[in-house]
């Protein structure tokens, strides 16, 4: 007998990844201590889902060279999020002659692929002549649920 496997039978759908730019989304863990270990911010907040994400990082870059930094960093599959007035759950200043860019990509973290974003990320930043003004996770608000009003089903709602 020849059983032909479907795949949308038998498996639980996996849900949908998260979108750049989602207001729904919530800030789970943040930094702005360039000297902090990803490991340590990342238990401390109780993080440890392997999960698709939004990772959010927040650079102070000089006018002249946020093209070319965006151009650079879109090739790594980063692109800009300017969705939030504060990034990173807290009030971001640029410094002076420097404006704030926000660069996000949607990805698994844990320590290591945090440290490495991190690492690379501080690199493009300075060659720049710029930094790394910290960096954030985002996800769906788990205490919401699944049948929690978005956006959309609340004017629905209101109709």
Do not use: N
């Not at 998260?18 to 238990?43: F, K, N, Q, R, Y």
């Not at 990082?57 to 300017?82: H, K, W």
């Not at 501080?122 to 769906?140: E, I």
Request: net charge negative; hydrophobic share 45%; with cysteine.
């Amino acid at each position: 007998m020849i059983s032909l496997r479907l795949p949308w039978r038998g498996r639980a759908m996996a849900p949908p990844l998260p979108a750049i730019g989602d207001p729904t989304l919530v800030v789970t863990v943040s930094s702005t201590d360039e000297t902090s270990a990803s490991s340590t911010v990342l238990t401390e907040a109780g993080f440890t889902e392997q999960v698709p994400v939004v990772l959010r990082m927040v650079l102070s870059l000089p006018e002249s060279a946020v093209d070319g930094v965006v151009a650079r960093c879109a090739g790594d599959d980063y692109r800009v999020d300017d969705s939030s007035r504060s990034p990173l759950g807290v009030e971001t200043v640029a410094d002076a002659g420097h404006a704030v860019v926000v660069l996000a990509q949607v990805m698994g973290v844990d320590a290591l692929s945090l440290s490495r974003e991190r690492a690379w990320m501080g690199s493009v930043a300075s060659r720049a002549a710029g930094r790394v003004l910290g960096w954030a996770v985002l996800q769906a608000d788990s205490s919401a649920g699944p049948d929690a009003d978005t956006p959309v089903t609340k004017k629905r709602r209101a109709r």
